[in-house]
């Protein structure tokens, strides 16, 4: 299978000093916020879900300036791409990530909403695993992961009573982490959001449910280098049951969901 990355490592590192020297610290406010959300250019499909997903206070939360450099991890359809390259403005830059599973299920919905350069700040990533994302060290401001955490530990699923395998095996979130590490500033942020499985429900629920349990995510996240700095509650849903899976129609949109902000340890070493 081909791997696609645009832009060659020298063409992006020129392209990124260019950006660097005219980036701005200007914080995005609410209402820039509300207006984007509220723009007569975003599609009309997307307007459809910030109901479930409430971008205005994701978005407040991660806390993004213009002229952002931001990593779009397992970026699926580009639904949250496309806000950030809009927020971002021309001085910003967003890579849209997908490996080569993601890809498969929100690949033709990206490669749509950018093409024609479309969205102009927005370099593709496309069918690389996340160790082997190439930007460079202490470049990023945020990097996200919007509920897709558990799609590290999506092997398989059963359709029409048959098993079809995905991966291999588990990514290895050390070697994703560090990578991601690596490429974010010091005071740079990793925020991730996902839809909660019970406690003690292991890797299981990434195949059954799409769900994860949020200590793993904590313990795996600490382990690469990464400290808890914030935690917000606005997608938690205390009716959820956290063991139906997020497709059901009778919780679909409106599962609990943890959203987790880390920076870099001080105290790691790695």
């Known amino acids: ?40 250019t975003r599609l009309a499909g997307d307007k459809a879900n910030d109901l479930g997903r409430r971008p205005e206070k994701i978005l407040a939360f991660i806390n ?48 749509e909403r950018t093409k024609n350069n479309r969205l102009k700040n927005v370099i593709g990533i496309y069918q690389v695993g996340v160790a082997h994302i190439q930007i460079p060290e202490k470049s990023l401001d945020v990097a996200f992961m919007g509920i897709n955490y558990h799609d590290l530990y999506f ?30 500033k010091d005071d740079g942020v990793l925020v991730v959001i996902d839809h909660i499985a019970k406690p003690g429900s292991g890797y299981h629920a990434a195949n059954t449910l799409h769900r994860i349990d949020p200590n793993i ?7 690469v280098g990464f400290e ?16 139906t899976s997020v497709f059901d129609p009778k919780i679909r949109w409106r599962t609990s969901r943890f959203i987790y902000k880390f920076g870099k340890s001080t105290n790691s070493k790695l």
């Open 228 to 243: 808890l700095l914030e935690e917000a509650f606005y997608l938690r849903n205390p009716n959820d049951t956290l063991d």
């Open 155 to 184: 092997t398989h699923r059963t359709r029409n009573g048959k098993l079809e395998t995905l991966r291999n095996e588990n990514v290895d979130f050390m070697a994703a982490f560090k990578n991601v590490k690596r490429a974010l």
């Open 64 to 111: 993004l300036s213009k002229g952002d450099h931001v990593l779009d991890i397992y970026a699926g359809g580009g639904w949250y791409t496309e806000l950030f390259s809009s927020l971002v403005g021309d001085d910003g830059l967003v890579y849209a990530h997908n490996d080569e599973l993601t890809w498969r299920f929100g690949g033709k919905e990206l490669s």
């Open 217 to 223: 995510v904590l313990f795996e996240l600490q382990q």
């Open 1 to 40: 299978m081909h791997k696609y990355i645009y832009y060659s490592l020298p063409v992006l590192l020129l392209f990124l000093s260019e950006q660097s020297s005219s980036k701005t610290s200007e914080k995005i406010t609410e209402q820039q916020i509300q207006a984007t959300l509220e723009s007569a």
